[in-house]
């Protein structure tokens, strides 16, 4: 069983609908959640990022992270053609090793 | 642009032969992370080095080896190389504010994608 556990997709929707991306884990000891995007040919860009349980926000992105259901989330509002990409989520214990799910491919079309 | 830079973009080699990537590291980032990222996964991770120092290590084989330089840039080497070590290979940028406690926001260069043939 991998530690993180995404699926890859693809996720196809239209112009302006939310999308829900979501991973599960099995390390209980991860503390810090990411989620990054990363576009054909670049490098993962950091769009996310909490500590522990909670939620947060950035403009049209809201990250949830759920500890006792070892779930975490990423919402996207009003999606855009340029929100077409790869959604990585990524996990740390606190320490040097970050954990990366395998992406979700999301197509958002006009 | 995150400012961290790779090279080369691309590279072709044959199986058995040697490979060095390079990477720049941000202004002022004193840590630098190597990951191998296969056609269809998320990067996995392959060693940290911080201050000139490797500061922990994944899961791969001996004949993945780096280096960090003084001005903080530094190399991925591998040896041997074998089909499966075809793949995109970041490195990754961070400063450490919490003595490595984790959560430091760390900033990818673009790549470097590897072809074994």
């Known amino acids: 069983q991998k530690e993180v556990e995404q699926d890859p997709g693809p996720l196809s929707v239209p112009e302006g609908a939310i999308v829900s991306l979501n991973c599960t884990y099995s390390?209980?000891?991860?503390?810090?959640f990411m989620w990054y995007r990363q576009y054909s040919r670049k490098g993962p860009e950091l769009l996310m990022y909490?500590?522990?349980?909670g939620n947060k926000e950035d403009g049209r992105f809201t990250a949830q992270v759920d500890k006792s259901s070892k779930y975490i989330s990423l919402f996207i509002r009003d999606s855009q053609p340029s929100d077409s990409a790869t959604y990585l989520c990524a996990m740390e214990t606190g320490g040097f090793k970050t954990i990366f799910g395998a992406g979700t491919r999301l197509f958002v079309k006009a | 642009e995150t400012g961290v830079t790779q090279s080369p973009t691309h590279l072709i080699k044959t199986r058995g032969q040697q490979v060095t990537l390079r990477c720049s590291s941000q202004s002022g980032h004193n840590t630098v992370s190597w990951y191998q990222q296969a056609l269809g996964q998320g990067p996995q991770f392959i060693f940290q080095y911080y201050r000139e120092e490797e500061n922990g290590r994944g899961n791969f084989p001996p004949r993945f080896s780096g280096l960090q330089f003084p001005n903080y840039s530094s190399e991925l080497n591998v040896n041997a190389l074998e089909l499966d070590d075809s793949a995109l290979y970041l490195c990754?940028?961070?400063?450490?504010?919490?003595?490595?406690?984790?959560?430091?926001?760390?900033?990818f260069g673009p790549g470097t994608r590897l072809t074994v043939l």
């Open positions: 909490t500590y522990s349980s």
């Open positions: 390390n209980s000891a991860f503390q810090y």
């Open positions: 990754a940028s961070s400063n450490p504010t919490s003595g490595g406690a984790g959560g430091e926001t760390q900033y």
